[in-house]
């Protein structure tokens, strides 16, 4: 390469290098800010599984025809050890989630045969796709990210060992071993991880594996379909006539396999729009998503068959990685589309729900490694790939800090659920946050409460009801505790009692936010339990551009009596603040809601 190219490749080098950096840490803050930190959507369905079955049967049972069985371990073991702390469990899919990308990295960086230019582009890919802010339906919910991260790494690292089983017996023995254990953990951590078997057969035909291989292969498929059609707690699946009738009419099983595939192109497009939002209408009827899924499927044929025909894979790391993600991808968003080809029938813009980018990104992340890989040694070919990948953190910006926006926000409301949930009332607005279901939730949560798991770990609840002078021994100091709170609204209670929502603001000494208070009544018993929600300044003007700022807090009071003053006081660092904020009463707010 000349000094004149050399020095030309330095401007994407170093963009690629910071773009990553940039994307990474925000991906991380944006993950980190807007996780679950209380139990939400299906989990509640998940945990009154958990709750009342053995551990075994828990862990074996099915739930919407997916079986879990190795989350739903972590999950007993997080249940069992650690009172159910959903920030734990977070925690425990990040983990998992680097191990993907470090299961990426590795053979992209010991592939000799693309250059330093190709490597860093291909790292600013696979740091977009797998920390884009459009899969954080799943990649803010520890549960589904161990879930789904699971049957990812499963399948990485079965394709990563597939070549060794070549090599010598003893070498072989070990990778055969890890192949299959891999391919079980992603067959069992979620249906869509079944897409792993398939993907391992095309591979292994294509790597020229010995006949044995294939044949362990093929018996490692039978023994996973056999399995999982033995374990119970699958509800009742359609009818197979019903379900092909529904993939065949006017050909909605390809179309909604191409509208899933192109859906991230519908959500990054859409938020470069004062819209921001994507109508059912558009979600099912999508033109871009059905064009850029077909351009996928397309392309993804052209970059397997010919390595399918030829059997000639496994001459670049970076190649076999690359096409083991598209095919391990394009296979799980197929299961998909059976799976649910009856549902999509009756809501049909759930094809581009936010919940199936989580596979549908990896797809093109994929598809762009085989790109990067297959440019590399065609000159003019290489700069206009190296420059889509450079675009590609550039277009799904906004996308990336709108949903960051969305669900740091939805962090706040599950907390202000989980709050109305601690002061054991029905607040329903709130608690429709949780999960689309309040019966769900309103008949786990007293097991919950019981066992203190989760919002109930700190016993925060057992403290309504007892004299201020019974908390924390009596012990009180000054706190320079100050505020303004109101009731904005009451809400009925069971056994036709009424509560009352208070919100507001407050600080303490040296600008603090206080984290736990209490409501009093005047007689100084405890009526309610209010928790405050806040974002670090510097983390709020560097990534939110100063959108969340705020100092607020939520609470409520038990058996609201609208005649009595009530008062809020600070209660953090395990001592009462001898000052306190009188909760005020508009008059408007009296009415019931």
């Not at 993939?247 to 899933?260: E, I, Q, T, V």
């Not at 990054?268 to 850029?292: D, F, G, R």
Request: net charge positive; aromatic share 12%.
């Amino acid at each position: 390469m000349s000094k004149f190219a050399q020095q030309a490749e330095r401007g994407p080098q170093i963009f690629a290098a910071v773009a990553t950096a940039a994307f990474f840490s925000s991906g991380l803050v944006y993950l980190y800010q807007g996780r679950c930190t209380v139990t939400m959507q299906d989990h509640w369905v998940i945990y009154e599984v958990l709750l009342n079955h053995s551990w075994l049967e828990g862990a074996l049972l099915k739930l919407y025809h997916h079986s879990l069985f190795f989350p739903n371990l972590i999950r007993l073991a997080d249940l069992r050890f650690f009172h159910g702390d959903q920030q734990l469990l977070f925690f425990a899919g990040m983990v998992l989630l680097f191990c993907t990308v470090i299961l990426l990295l590795v053979p992209l960086w010991r592939d000799k045969t693309v250059g330093l230019t190709s490597k860093l582009a291909a790292t600013l890919v696979l740091i977009v796709g797998n920390f884009w802010m459009g899969r954080a339906r799943i990649t803010t919910s520890g549960g589904f990210l161990c879930e789904n991260s699971l049957a990812i790494d499963g399948a990485m690292l079965a394709v990563l060992w597939l070549p060794t089983t070549q090599t010598e017996w003893t070498r072989s023995l070990k990778a055969y071993l890890i192949v299959m254990t891999s391919g079980f953990v992603a067959s069992f951590s979620i249906a869509n991880g079944m897409a792993v078997w398939p993907a391992l057969l095309l591979l292994g035909w294509s790597l020229r594996l010995r006949r044995r291989s294939l044949v362990v292969l093929l018996a490692g498929t039978l023994t996973a379909t056999l399995v999982y059609m033995l374990l119970p707690g699958v509800p009742k699946n359609p009818g197979f006539s019903e379900t092909l009738s529904s993939l065949l009419a006017a050909g909605k099983g390809l179309r909604n396999l191409c509208m899933l595939l192109g859906a991230p192109f519908l959500r990054a497009e859409v938020a470069w729009t004062s819209h921001y939002k994507v109508s059912n209408q558009l979600a099912a009827t999508s033109l871009l998503s059905l064009s850029c899924g077909a351009l996928g499927l397309l392309l993804a044929g052209l970059a397997a068959t010919p390595k399918l025909i030829r059997r000639d894979l496994g001459q670049s790391p970076l190649e076999l990685t690359a096409l083991g993600l598209v095919i391990f991808n394009l296979g799980a968003i197929a299961i998909i589309v059976v799976g649910r080809a009856t549902y999509f029938n009756s809501f049909p813009e759930d094809v581009s729900a936010t919940r199936y980018l989580f596979w549908s990104s990896l797809f093109w992340t994929g598809l762009l490694l085989v790109l990067i890989q297959r440019a590399e040694p065609k000159k003019w070919v290489r700069w206009p790939v190296y420059f889509l990948a450079l675009a590609v953190p550039l277009g799904v910006l906004p996308s990336h800090y709108e949903q960051a926006l969305l669900y740091r926000h939805q962090n706040f409301m599950a907390e202000s659920g989980a709050t109305s949930l601690i002061n054991d009332v029905c607040d329903t607005q709130q608690i429709k946050i949780l999960f689309h279901d309040p019966e769900q939730v309103y008949r786990v949560a007293p097991q919950l409460r019981e066992r203190r798991l989760d919002m109930f770990a700190e016993g925060l609840h057992e403290w309504i009801g007892l004299s201020e002078t019974s908390l924390f021994a009596g012990r009180q100091k000054s706190e320079s505790f100050r505020g303004e709170c109101h009731v904005d609204r009451l809400v009925h209670c069971e056994g036709g009692t009424s509560a009352a929502r208070v919100t507001g603001w407050s600080l303490k000494q040296h600008y603090t936010i206080p984290k736990t208070l209490v409501i009093l009544d005047p007689a100084g018993v405890v009526r309610g339990v209010a928790r405050s929600w806040t974002t670090n300044k510097f983390i709020s003007r560097a990534f939110y551009l100063g959108r969340f700022s705020g100092r607020n807090f939520l609470g409520y009071i038990r058996d609201y009596n609208p005649k009595l003053q009530y008062a809020v006081r600070c209660v953090d660092d395990g001592m009462l603040s001898d000052e306190q904020i009188v909760v005020d009463t508009p008059v408007n707010a009296l009415s019931m809601q």
